[in-house]
């Protein structure tokens, strides 16, 4: 078949309790990202990213104003649609080399700046972790590995309710908002990816999504 599956651990951190003898036992969580790289007979040549210079060749950063007044989410809708259409039945696996495109990136646009991005995704001092949360509900459901959004939702669910510091509380809703409208990010991409939509409504449907201009 020419599938050559791998996958991308994401570290979620550690999950410990103490037992009746005092001894303290630990366990370290991943996110396992699964993947075909493309190298065998169904797919031609490695996944590669965007440009994750600029969103859309600009090299926006940090507080930087985007180029021509646009918002950095909408900036970043146009790098996502630009990923995302010419892997759309190109393939034979395009969803799970989108998602791990999303996966292998997490980290990537931690400096971008966060104009345009509705409130909830960047509220209580979240900012442009949104963009991790983002893509890592999108590839969990692109890449069909649910536990990686159970793990997240978990960790971020326990942060929201037990964390001794409100802000990192608070700052634990935002998160929760983020990874969950990555998720319905993905399933708009299966729609785009089985016909459902075409491209300017999946650039449309993403935007309504994400941003508030």
Not at 26 to 35: G, K, M, V
Not at 140 to 156: H, P
Not at 162 to 174: I, K, L
């Amino acid at each position: 078949s020419g599938l050559q599956l791998r996958y991308y651990d994401v570290p979620r951190g550690l999950g410990c309790v103490v037992w009746g003898d005092g001894s303290t036992h630990c366990t370290q969580y991943i996110d396992r990202y699964w993947y075909d790289d493309g190298i065998g007979s169904s797919g031609g040549g490695s996944i590669t990213g965007g440009d994750y210079g600029g969103f859309g060749g600009g090299g926006i950063g940090g507080n930087e104003s985007p180029p021509e007044d646009r918002s950095d989410c909408n900036n970043f809708v146009d790098w996502l649609t630009g990923l995302i259409e010419p892997r759309i039945n190109r393939y034979t696996f395009s969803k799970a080399r989108i998602g791990k495109t999303f996966a292998t990136n997490l980290n990537s646009l931690s400096q971008r700046g966060v104009s345009g991005f509705r409130v909830e995704f960047i509220q209580n001092g979240q900012g442009a972790g949104a963009y991790r949360h983002i893509l890592g509900g999108a590839a969990s459901v692109l890449l069909e590995v649910g536990l990686a959004k159970l793990y997240q939702d978990y960790s971020d669910t326990a942060q929201r309710d037990s964390d001794a510091d409100p802000n990192r509380r608070a700052e634990a809703v935002s998160e929760l908002a983020g990874t969950q409208a990555g998720a319905d990010l993905g399933a708009l991409i299966k729609q785009r990816n089985d016909g459902s939509i075409n491209a300017n409504e999946l650039r449309e449907q993403i935007f309504k999504l994400l941003c508030d201009k």
